[in-house]
């Protein structure tokens, strides 16, 4: 079971979270091409090791926030 | 029966081969031997970085099917059941494929319909589907609790008689055999770590034995796919998750088909050697660390005990995960890539193991001919740019 640490109601058992994939996705602007809106809804980064990501405390605080994790070890750095 | 301990040589890699085929799982095995078999071409090296087939392959939880909804799906899994339904003999080899019958339930109205919309489409591709209200659940499974008052109520189910289970171990250990006496070199202990690009035609693989040219190279890894990819500047819309699954002490047969249930994710059969082998549904986030959350294992459970009060004693022996590669639309991605030369057998996610003698057999033609078998042509890499999306959540999502 993986603990995370919601900026604003502190360490929590992931129980409680939703998960949201990547973090930093951007809506993109101005004309797309076919390419670019498709990276834009499917393509994700998938690593080996460090991964920015969002929660959802559903059963807390109910705010979405980032966390760095490891995703072999699932240690965590920089929830914010 | 006992391991076979000396079923395929172990060699050295040489220098080159025609064909590279990165992961000893199911799917790389299979398109080796089907490389041989169908097309002549025997100079190919299967590299694995583990143990052969101790990936995804023996982890499984073994359920084959192919009533899956869309046209392009039903497709691809019928012809792969078709394959099992004669690969023992063809493989010289007891698989102990079961087709003992596969149940999805349905617990809500729009379970329902979507259970017999699959029924009707499945028989329209010519696979067979049937439609069984509760009572007839009940006699085709006597175990499974159809009260109307239970939490998850059994309101009905599709039920592919063709279905049922297959041992995992010697599926891989009979396509390893032929493969091998065909001539392909089966290498365990071989990491691929990066590949030699040329133009745009990828020339050979660097591996933590060495390089090896390659005219071809085909990745077969499974979850760790998209590690791979990247390193040839690929990025696939891919994410990788761990799956789990468990199996009970040895009881008594107590379960003569399979049961699945998409809604409460839990699917459970019970193995030849008298073990209840139970899947569950992804863990959210990704993951590479080979291990699931207890949660999971929890949910799972309460629904079995639900669906099966019999087996509120039985004690849980091993729990285990896998890293599935998941894809957008819930369906594989098979074919060619941007770079020249490098192809693609990934996606196959929580559902891959009933593909393995099909997906084998496409993907040795896409890679012989150089262009997608036509019953790979839908699951090109190109449908997440076109949106010509093979939607199966419903009918693979996590239930096999
Ligand atoms: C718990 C669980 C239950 C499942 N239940 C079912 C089911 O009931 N029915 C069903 O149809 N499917 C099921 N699946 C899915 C199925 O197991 C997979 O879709 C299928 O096994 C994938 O193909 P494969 O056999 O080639 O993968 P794998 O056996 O995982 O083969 C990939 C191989 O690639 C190797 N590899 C990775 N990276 C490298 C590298 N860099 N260099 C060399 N080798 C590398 C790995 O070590 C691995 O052996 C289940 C999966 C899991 C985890
Ligand atoms: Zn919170």
Redesign the interface.
């Known amino acids: 079971?993986?603990l995370l640490d919601c900026p604003h109601c502190g360490p929590r058992d992931?129980?409680e979270f939703?998960?949201g994939?990547q973090a930093g996705i951007s809506y993109p602007t101005g004309e797309t091409s076919?390419?670019e809106w498709?990276?834009y809804?499917?393509?994700?980064d998938?690593?080996?090791g460090w991964?920015h990501?969002r929660w959802f405390h559903v059963h807390g605080c109910r705010t979405w926030f980032t966390v760095e994790?490891h995703?072999?070890?699932?240690e965590m750095r920089d929830s914010r | 029966m006992t391991h076979p301990d000396f079923l395929w040589r172990n060699p050295d890699p040489r220098p080159a081969y025609d064909v590279v085929i990165v992961g000893g799982g199911g799917h790389g095995l299979a398109t080796a031997y089907y490389l041989a078999k169908n097309h002549g071409i025997t100079n190919v090296a299967v590299l694995e970085r583990g143990w052969l087939a101790g990936g995804n392959m023996a982890r499984n939880t073994t359920i084959i099917r192919s009533n899956y909804l869309w046209d392009e799906s039903a497709a691809i899994y019928e012809h792969s059941l078709k394959l099992w339904e004669g690969l023992s003999a063809e493989l010289d080899y007891d698989l102990q494929f079961s087709q003992r019958g596969v149940l999805n339930l349905a617990h809500n109205l729009g379970d329902v319909r979507e259970g017999r919309r699959r029924v009707n489409a499945n028989r329209l591709n010519g696979v067979d589907a049937e439609w069984l209200e509760p009572d007839e659940v009940k006699k085709f499974c006597p175990i499974i609790n159809v009260s109307g008052r239970a939490r998850y109520p059994v309101m009905g189910a599709t039920l592919q008689r063709r279905g049922g289970i297959a041992k995992h171990d010697h599926v891989a250990w009979a396509l390893a055999r032929k493969a091998d006496a065909y001539g392909v070199d089966l290498i365990q202990g071989c990491e691929v770590t990066g590949f030699e690009i040329a133009g745009n035609r990828v020339v050979a693989v660097r591996t933590s034995r060495g390089r090896i040219a390659a005219g071809k190279v085909a990745l077969a890894a499974a979850g760790h796919t998209s590690v791979l990819a990247a390193q040839a500047g690929i990025r696939l819309p891919l994410q990788s998750h761990p799956l789990q699954a468990l199996v009970s002490e040895l009881l008594e047969p107590v379960l003569d088909c399979v049961v699945m249930s998409n809604a409460v994710h839990v699917y459970v059969s019970q193995a030849h050697k008298g073990e209840l082998v139970m899947g569950a549904g992804i863990d959210a986030y990704n993951s590479y660390g080979q291990r699931g959350d207890v949660q999971v294992i929890e949910a799972q459970m309460a629904a079995a005990l639900e669906l099966f009060p019999v087996f509120s004693r039985v004690r849980v022996l091993r729990t285990w995960a896998g890293i599935v590669d998941v894809s957008p639309d819930a369906s594989p991605v098979i074919g060619r890539t941007p770079v020249d030369g490098l192809y693609v057998n990934a996606g196959w996610g929580t559902g891959g193991f009933k593909a393995t003698p099909g997906s084998g057999w496409v993907y040795a033609h896409t890679i012989a001919h150089e262009r997608p078998h036509p019953l790979a042509e839908p699951f090109a890499l190109e449908r997440f740019t076109t949106g010509a999306l093979i939607d199966e959540h419903g009918a693979a999502a996590v239930a096999h």
Do not use: L, Q, S, W
Not at chain 1, 71 to 74: E, F, G, K, M, S
């Open positions: 079971m993986i992931a129980n939703h998960y994939g076919d390419e498709a990276a809804v499917f393509m994700r998938n690593p080996k991964f990501e994790r995703t072999v070890t699932h």
